[in-house]
């Protein structure tokens, strides 16, 4: 069993890359089965946002690492040697830190941010019903979600709302003076084009307008915030009488262009916002050189959040040591899914039954000879050996298969080793983080800033 991750983000790519690499939720059970398909892969689980996309995989060897670079190149027709450069891969019990801090946001643009934790467990629930998560991802991912929970909970690091959304009202407030009695267009009824929208609605804007290619769900948008929905025709025409636009759609390519845009600014003389928030892009950037046509992407939104941080980074380091020992928890029962332990545990607690049964049954029959004692240990003994000669072997050789710690799993829930296994290694772990003081600091890619 091997554990692998191999992904890009704001971090190592820039966003013309970022964008060629994208698995929306409708191409996922294909890419899914792909990825499975063959011997190599038992699990998978395919995490992609505006800011990262990553696979995480449980291989049956360290060659599963080459399988899912294999996979990224072939499905999205990608040079291999061209995409390595902007790939990172991380591997066994690293993956579980990469993970845990991706949920708690600590790896987010935006530190602290509370969409990420949505992202990831809509990425685990598209892999569950595509039959690619099994027993492992859901003990790591369902343990995940938990931890962020407690990361949410026992810290502030929510707090001082920061996020993709939030940080395009700072960049609006830059441009306009104030935002009251402005008019915004949304384009895209997707969640972040709402979430932008409410926070810029909260900020005095007026007005709402939603385009969307489906008409009716552009209704639905409008009516949360007493807008008006209008047919994505007259997309440009209406245009003209906003100040915002935010664009958050799903099209392969622009869906804003110069030349229409060029349309809309003659002889305007106020600024037109735009804020593009899809991935890939839905405005040209040659957009952003007419007069008073101001373009921000995602990129561009990592600078205006820097500001509200300093106190999240603060809490940030709370966050990792509920990460540590969450990791040490996991850690404990991935060993637990080693055979040669499980083959162990099973035999010491089958030999301490016996040797309890052993010794009442000797109370019940009193005196014997030396020689009947032994004829009696030695008849419990074979009798032990025997039961648990087939069982054990069975699960030895169900461990070399590729989804074998499954079996390993199922061994240890029904000789009921598994309880008190975790209870020794959660107590275990918090002696570990006693021991080791101050767990904070950096992974190998520093710290972390991305939605």
Not at 28 to 41: D, K, M, N, W, Y
Not at 402 to 420: F, I, N, Q
């Amino acid at each position: 069993m091997h554990l692998t991750l191999v992904g890009l983000s704001h971090k190592t790519a820039p966003i013309e890359i970022r964008e060629k690499l994208t698995f929306p939720a409708h191409v996922q059970p294909q890419a899914l089965s792909a990825l499975t398909f063959g011997a190599e892969i038992a699990e998978a689980v395919i995490l992609s946002t505006c800011n990262r996309t990553e696979v995480y995989a449980v291989s049956a060897s360290e060659a599963g690492t080459d399988a899912v670079i294999d996979f990224l190149c072939e499905f999205h027709d990608l040079d291999r040697h061209e995409l390595a450069r902007y790939l990172y891969v991380v591997e066994d019990h690293a993956v579980v830190k990469h993970l845990f801090r991706v949920v708690a946001s600590l790896d987010s643009m935006v530190v602290g941010e509370a969409q990420i934790l949505h992202q990831v467990k809509e990425a685990y629930d598209l892999s569950c019903e595509a039959g690619a998560a099994q027993r492992l991802f859901h003990r790591l991912f369902r343990q995940s979600f938990e931890m962020g929970k407690r990361v949410r909970t026992e810290t502030a690091i929510g707090e001082n709302a920061v996020s993709i959304s939030y940080a395009a009202v700072e960049l609006a407030k830059k441009v306009f003076d104030t935002l009251e009695g402005r008019t915004i267009l949304v384009v895209g009824a997707g969640k972040m084009s709402e979430l932008t929208a409410k926070h810029l609605v909260s900020q005095g804007v007026r007005s709402v307008l939603v385009a969307n290619r489906t008409y009716e769900r552009a209704e639905e948008l409008a009516r949360k915030f007493e807008g008006t929905a209008i047919p994505y025709e007259q997309l440009f025409e209406r245009m003209r009488e906003v100040d915002i636009v935010i664009s958050s759609t799903s099209a392969p390519g622009y869906v804003i262009d110069k030349a229409k845009v060029a349309g809309v600014m003659k002889g305007r003389r106020a600024p037109l916002f735009f804020i593009d928030i899809a991935l890939p892009r839905d405005v040209d950037p040659a957009v952003n050189d007419l007069p008073n046509a101001f373009v921000y992407d995602i990129d561009d939104l990592n600078g205006v959040v820097q500001s509200n941080l300093e106190d999240r980074l603060r809490e940030a380091r709370r966050a990792e040591l509920i990460i540590e020992e969450e990791i040490a928890s996991f850690e404990a029962w991935i060993e637990s899914l080693e055979v040669i332990p499980t083959i162990a545990a099973i035999r010491e607690s089958a030999e301490q039954i016996r040797r309890e049964e052993y010794e009442r049954a000797l109370k019940r029959l009193g005196s014997l000879s030396d020689k009947d004692l032994a004829t009696v240990e030695a008849l419990s003994q074979a009798i032990v050996s025997k039961m648990l000669h087939g069982p054990t072997a069975r699960l030895r050789d169900a461990a070399a298969e590729k989804d074998g710690y499954a079996a390993v799993e199922s061994a240890r829930m029904l000789y009921g080793l598994e309880a008190a296994h975790e209870k020794s290694a959660r107590s275990r772990g918090l002696r570990a983080l006693l021991r080791r003081g101050d767990t904070t600091g950096k992974d190998e890619q520093g710290d972390t800033v991305g939605c």
